[in-house]
């Protein structure tokens, strides 16, 4: 057995040569690598004074997230069951995000679908616009308002503007990556079913994908930032789990397709 392992290396080296057998080697272990890599998106909307503590526990996992936002609303309050909710004044609050991503929530948070096309584009792009100036960066990604979204908007958004990838309101919990950027959907977005479901994401040998996504307010209002923790101490304990963000995901699909 010893003599044929060593035959088969020796005819393995004189026919491929060292460097290209070197090569075939590490392009084996990334695939294997690359094939059982599992990928998680954390997703939150709005830009309440909340992410702050929300951006303390994921500074404090390494964990860097999307913060979807609207530049339109800054300062705004509404109430939530008879609760105050405010938003972060972005200008003042730049470098809280600052080793995070922000993408597009749109301009004032509308219903999309129930708005002319002309309006459509003005709210995501006037958003990008902002928000490229707030934080000197590019905004590429952009996340729906609302449990609202139809192919009319993500059309005008995907061809009047410079945005790489959507996420819709839609529910899977399938684990599956999106057929395309444009149609990124989500896992869930409530904490609870979020603890239960990572588990089965964990076991699961073929799960892919797992996009949370929360208001930073409704851990406050749910006193389940201990949740939160508790949801990053699972995940970042797993090496074969990657926490990426949105702009990284769509990097990953048009890779595979």
Not at 56 to 64: A, P
Not at 156 to 167: G, K, P, Q, Y
Not at 228 to 234: S, V, W
């Amino acid at each position: 057995l010893l003599f044929f392992s060593c035959t088969t290396i020796m005819h393995f080296y004189y026919v491929f040569g060292k460097s290209n057998i070197l090569r075939m080697i590490e392009n084996a272990r990334q695939y294997r690598y690359n094939y059982r890599m599992k990928y998680f998106v954390f997703s939150i909307d709005d830009g309440t004074i909340y992410d702050k503590k929300t951006i303390e526990i994921f500074n404090r996992f390494g964990i860097r997230a999307t913060f979807n936002l609207n530049s339109g609303l800054q300062d705004f309050v509404w109430y939530n069951e008879g609760r105050p909710v405010e938003r972060l004044k972005l200008w003042e609050n730049r470098e809280i995000y600052a080793n995070h991503e922000v993408a597009s929530h749109s301009l004032t948070h509308p219903h999309l679908t129930m708005c002319p096309d002309y309006i459509v584009e003005d709210e995501v792009k006037s958003d990008i616009s902002n928000l490229s100036q707030i934080f000197e960066r590019e905004i590429v990604t952009f996340a729906f308002p609302f449990e609202d979204f139809d192919d009319r908007c993500i059309d005008i958004i995907r061809w009047s503007t410079n945005v790489r990838c959507i996420r819709t309101s839609k529910l899977d919990e399938s684990f599956s990556f999106p057929v395309d950027r444009y149609h990124i959907n989500i896992t869930t977005w409530q904490i609870d079913v979020a603890l239960e479901l990572v588990d089965k994401f964990i076991k699961d040998d073929k799960a892919e994908l797992f996009v949370f996504v929360a208001h930073s307010y409704d851990f406050e209002f749910g006193n389940s930032f201990s949740k939160l923790e508790e949801l990053c101490k699972i995940v970042t304990s797993h090496d074969d789990i990657k926490i990426i963000t949105m702009s990284e995901l769509a990097k990953k699909i048009e890779e595979r397709q």
